[in-house]
């Protein structure tokens, strides 16, 4: 059974930067992707970014490019995201998700494992 942790995030004014980490356990290889999503009161969940096994296997969706990175640790089955420039419309809970193989839909039925998510507010 896969496990899912996120923590990092928190309160933080626009401009400022928070850097949210992801563990995963249950796997016995690393051949799966893992991802963010987050999603905001009242609206869908939506993909943030996500991050293979290998070097190139990463994507990030429009919003986060340029402002925020993606990196991860095959060996600590463990991943971050530093996201920086933050602001107010970020605001949102953000999750760890994974999916075995390597995808880079952004449909959240594509992710077979959740955590519980952390919330990031950002004030203005």
């Known amino acids: 059974q896969v496990t899912v942790v996120e923590s990092g995030g928190g309160l933080v004014q626009a401009g400022e930067s928070l850097r949210l980490d992801c563990s995963v356990s249950?796997?016995?290889?690393?051949?799966?992707?893992m991802a963010w999503f987050r999603q905001a009161p009242g609206k869908e969940r939506e993909f943030v970014a996500n991050i293979g096994w290998r070097m190139g296997m990463i994507s990030y969706s429009e919003f986060a490019k340029g402002r925020w990175a993606i990196h991860r640790d095959n060996l600590r089955h463990s991943m971050f995201l530093r996201m920086n420039d933050l602001r107010p419309e970020d605001t949102a809970v953000y999750y760890c998700a994974t999916a075995v193989g390597f995808t880079d839909d952004v449909d959240v039925e594509q992710f077979d494992s959740w955590g519980q998510g952390t919330q990031v507010t950002v004030f203005s």
């Open positions: 249950g796997f016995t290889s690393t051949t799966y992707t």
